[in-house]
């Protein structure tokens, strides 16, 4: 009868935690216009598209990273892209924020401006975070519903000046910019079911990286930078934005504190146990760790600003929060075995794309996630690059998940067809497509009672279908 009040009285003293550690207030964030336009936006399709108009710039033309903390919703690989100011897709996701940091959700929901209008594929009233997806592991993704800890620049994306698109005039009446994180230097998730908890502990994955990509080159260069007229900036913008040392992402400029708490239904005389795990090689400042008690679980802050690291520094671990003796009831260890993915439709060439020359075979690029453990198909089944409608490719990867709630499975894919090639899309030598083709997206959920088995998972698009097993071991 008391549980709900006490997870309610532990989600708070959390979140003291960390409002305490990244002081703010919360409250209403700042209205898209005439903001985004006094920190640089132009809301101009000849500039982003010809890459001489900005297409991030920081809100209030302030630099320092920004904390948010909140529960992860719509995590997945972006379908297109700007070339010009990207070497991989974004990896993307939204972030329904904690209270305290809700004046970092640019809009007003009341006029539906800005994060409150809609359109696209990011959540009305959310925080949208991205990072480009090849400076980007795949153990650091988020899932939906982990809790996450998000750190870098706040920004307003300037090509979304209107709902779901690069259009609209430039007048007052539009919806206007939305605010996100971007690049996301740091985010440690927390995993809603760990797949390495083999004892039930909590599992959260932390990742921090002075890689700033094009998006941190872009946006400082617009404080260096002028526009000179409705559709460009100055003569050394382009330079300035193309240049590799701009995209230093300098992370020794703060401290990096979070709290993981330990698991509900603490063991009679049991202490609290954790384990770290380098996922990478990485250059942080040795690590400092303070076990709580009242709400029990560990702090830990890396200290690349106190601690003296280095400003191209960067951090990958995975820690393991639990208690020292054994829960009553472990995890389950399920084996899933991804077995053969199927092509059901030929996209290239697609007549939908004006102008497209792109031939068969498809290029499909899909991503597979249980659970939060991500993977690019592709990486294990080259093939898939060079796939014919009806042709079966088999995958043979076996995935080993511990869970207490069984799976939660999401596979998302593109059809690549942009004229140049972003990663994991191929080089295409004489395509002239303008955007990709969605291959669609399934979510899946399965109990720890229906997980065994054999199962197909078929896109909504009806170009693919996906085969794979489920095995209980020990």
Request: net charge positive; hydrophobic share 35%; proline share 8%.
């Amino acid at each position: 009868m008391r549980r709900a009040p006490l997870l309610l009285f532990l989600a708070l003293a959390v979140l003291g935690i960390v409002v305490a550690a990244n002081a703010q207030t919360g409250g209403l964030g700042p209205p898209p216009f005439p903001n985004a336009q006094n920190d640089g936006c132009q809301r101009s399709n000849v500039g982003l598209v010809s890459d001489a108009s900005p297409e991030w710039v920081y809100v209030n033309r302030d630099p320092s990273p920004k904390f948010a903390s909140g529960v992860i919703s719509d995590s997945h690989l972006s379908h297109d892209d700007l070339s010009l100011n990207h070497k991989s897709y974004d990896f993307n996701a939204d972030v329904t924020v904690d209270p305290p940091y809700t004046n970092l959700v640019g809009g007003n929901p009341t006029q539906k401006t800005g994060n409150f209008s809609g359109g696209g594929d990011e959540k009305v009233g959310a925080l949208h975070i991205e990072r480009e997806s090849s400076v980007y592991p795949f153990f650091a993704w988020p899932h939906d519903g982990d809790r996450a800890f998000v750190w870098g620049g706040w920004i307003w994306d300037c090509a979304h000046w209107s709902p779901g698109a690069i259009s609209g005039p430039r007048d007052p009446s539009q919806t206007g910019e939305k605010t996100e994180i971007h690049p996301v230097r740091a985010i440690v998730s927390i995993r809603k079911d760990g797949t390495l908890a083999k004892d039930g502990q909590t599992q959260a994955d932390a990742f921090i990286s002075s890689q700033g990509t094009f998006a941190r080159a872009v946006e400082g260069c617009t404080l260096k930078h002028q526009p000179v007229d409705a559709d460009h900036y100055d003569a050394g913008y382009g330079p300035c934005k193309n240049d590799p040392a701009n995209q230093l992402d300098p992370v020794n400029d703060t401290d990096y504190t979070f709290f993981i708490p330990a698991p509900a239904g603490k063991p009679a005389g049991a202490k609290i146990k954790y384990t770290v795990i380098k996922r990478q090689s990485d250059n942080a400042p040795a690590v400092r760790v303070a076990i709580k008690t009242s709400p029990p679980g560990i702090q830990v802050t890396v200290p690349f600003k106190s601690g003296g690291g280095a400003a191209n520094g960067s951090f990958a671990r995975t820690f393991l929060v639990g208690w020292s003796k054994p829960p009553k009831h472990k995890p389950q260890h399920l084996q899933l075995k991804l077995e053969s993915y199927k092509s059901l439709k030929a996209l290239d060439p697609h007549a939908g794309h004006a102008g497209e020359t792109s031939t068969a075979p498809d290029e499909d690029v899909v991503t597979f996630d249980v659970n939060g453990l991500w993977l690019l198909l592709d990486t294990k089944a080259p093939k898939l690059l060079k796939i014919k409608k009806g042709q079966t490719v088999k995958l043979g990867k076996t995935l080993d998940v511990f869970t207490s709630r069984g799976l939660s499975i999401n596979v998302n894919g593109l059809e690549c067809d942009a004229s140049i090639a972003l990663l994991p899309c191929p080089n295409r030598p004489g395509a002239t497509g303008l955007a990709n083709d969605s291959l669609g997206e399934k979510n899946v959920r399965l109990s720890l009672r229906r997980a065994p088995g054999r199962h197909t998972i078929t896109s909504p698009d009806g170009t693919f279908v996906l085969t794979y097993s489920v095995k209980r071991k020990g």
